[in-house]
């Protein structure tokens, strides 16, 4: 098994910038992609990058590209999200999620075994 816990929600003002953090425990080294969805109200979860634990292979949904960044720290065995210019839709609730199947697409969340529980993002106009 293997937990994951997010950290770093908050309320941001349009324009700003958050970092999340996703600490991961158990058994880590199942871990082979760690990915971000988020899901806003009233609509469903949806990708927003993810991570190949071994070759650092990065992907990002579209409406992210150029203002978020997903990395890893192995030693800590956690991956931050940094987002920066923050827009009002943006506003989700962020989940963390590993996988322990490798596989060519990695934005179905499907692929993902373990989720965290999620942290708020708030991005006020």
């Known amino acids: 098994q293997v937990q994951l816990v997010e950290s770093g929600g908050g309320l941001v003002q349009a324009g700003g910038s958050l970092r999340l953090s996703c600490a991961a425990s158990g058994r880590t080294s199942s871990i082979v992609v760690m990915g971000w969805f988020r899901q806003a109200p009233g609509k469903e979860r949806e990708f927003v990058t993810a991570?190949?634990?071994?070759?650092?292979?990065?992907y990002y949904a579209d409406s992210v590209k150029g203002r978020f960044t997903i990395s890893r720290d192995n030693a800590k065995n956690t991956v931050y999200l940094q987002m920066n210019g923050l827009k009002p839709e943006d506003t989700a609730v962020y989940y963390c999620?590993?996988?322990?199947?490798?596989?060519?697409?990695?934005?179905?969340?499907?692929?993902?075994?373990?989720w965290g529980r999620g942290t708020q993002v708030t991005v006020s106009s």
């Open positions: 999620a590993a996988g322990r199947v490798s596989s060519t697409v990695v934005t179905g969340s499907r692929l993902y075994d373990y």
């Open positions: 991570i190949r634990w071994s070759s650092r292979s990065t």
